[in-house]
């Protein structure tokens, strides 16, 4: 009796024990992209707090980090300045823009809301933008 038992114990605990350790696992794999979440929402909001109603910012650097560069579509065309050309770590639009590259020409339309904390990375077009106008004027 006794024997049966444990043999029907037995089980059990070690299935408990499985979860446990399935348990740790996954908690221990969630952390990394919890603290990456905040870390991009703490970004995110410095990113808002600089870049006023109706702008589009951008910043030199990843990370929405330095004083940005502001541009309104009533400005109309305007070229980056020059430390920008080709060099925008990351952007925040509080308005619909569009992104040009001049050669080769492509033009790239902003929805507002749009952002990069890394907008050079990969070959993303914070490496090859040279101007910004209207989201209606975004075509040749
Ligand atoms: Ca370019």
Known sequence: ??????????PATLLLA??????ATLSVTAAP?????????AALQRA???CGPGEICFWER?????TPWRWKPQNGYRDLPP?????????YANSVGCFIDWDPRLYVKVALGDYS????????????ID????????HA
């Open 48 to 50: 808002a707090e600089q």
């Open 18 to 23: 499985t979860a446990v350790t399935l348990l």
């Open 117 to 128: 904390r890394a907008y050079k990375y990969e070959g993303k077009f914070g490496s090859r």
């Open 83 to 91: 430390y920008l050309h080709d060099n925008v770590g990351s952007f």
């Open 131 to 138: 101007a910004v106008r209207k989201y209606v004027d975004c």
């Open 62 to 66: 990843n990370d929405y980090v330095g």
């Open 1 to 10: 009796m006794s024997f049966t038992f444990q043999q029907s114990r037995r």
């Open 33 to 41: 992209s919890a603290a990456a979440t905040a870390s991009e929402s």
